[in-house]
């Protein structure tokens, strides 16, 4: 049944019987940027949504891990690949509110050349910027996170951004930024 608990201001699924209250929150996306000298690491999607799309190794956030572990997780299980991750590592975080997610990208350089697809992923190649099949990049925040990237490498300086995506009734997304930092390196 649903119903708003007391001391609640939402409506929630309860147990009438045990009175247990199940909560439904968003899901946490982490992946990483596994950077080789000019170069990124993108996988080719083997399972939907987007499949046969390029994107960078994340998935779901486990019960039990950090982020940053279960970025380092989903880098190893999608692209077979071992990254070394600084303590400034945080880069790209974006809200999406209408599909109840939360993605979390983080720089990583990648600690060999030895990798390979893993099950969700058809292939894995490193690119250098102009060679990145811009077209078939799977998701607005893989293909914004790559963007930013690139252009923040430039430069050397690297903030960390969070941003609001809203996907809109006609399939058009907005990208907002509402934060990020301003230390440099």
């Not at 045990?18 to 000298?37: E, L, R």
């Not at 994340?58 to 572990?69: D, K, Q, R």
């Not at 209408?98 to 350089?109: D, G, K, L, S, T």
Request: glycine fraction near 4%; proline fraction near 5%.
């Amino acid at each position: 049944m649903q119903k708003i608990p007391d001391g609640d201001d939402r409506t929630r699924y309860c147990c009438e019987q045990c009175d247990s209250i199940f909560y439904q929150n968003p899901k946490n996306v982490v992946g990483t940027i596994p950077i080789y000298q000019d170069q990124v690491l993108l996988c080719k999607r083997a399972i939907e949504p987007r499949l046969g799309k390029w994107t960078l190794p994340a998935g779901f956030m486990e019960n039990g891990e950090s982020s940053l572990n279960g970025a380092i997780r989903e880098t190893n299980e999608e692209a077979g690949a071992e990254v070394i991750v600084a303590g400034d590592s945080l880069y790209t975080l974006f809200n999406l509110p209408r599909i109840n997610q939360v993605y979390m990208f983080f720089r990583a350089e990648l600690a060999n050349l030895d990798f390979a697809a893993g099950t969700e992923s058809l292939e894995v190649a490193l690119f250098k910027e102009p060679d990145i099949p811009w077209q078939e990049i799977a998701f607005p925040v893989v293909k914004s996170t790559l963007e930013h990237y690139f252009e923040d490498r430039r430069s050397q300086h690297f903030p960390v951004r969070m941003f609001d995506v809203y996907h809109h009734k006609d399939r058009s997304v907005t990208t907002t930024l509402i934060s990020h930092s301003s230390k440099s390196e």
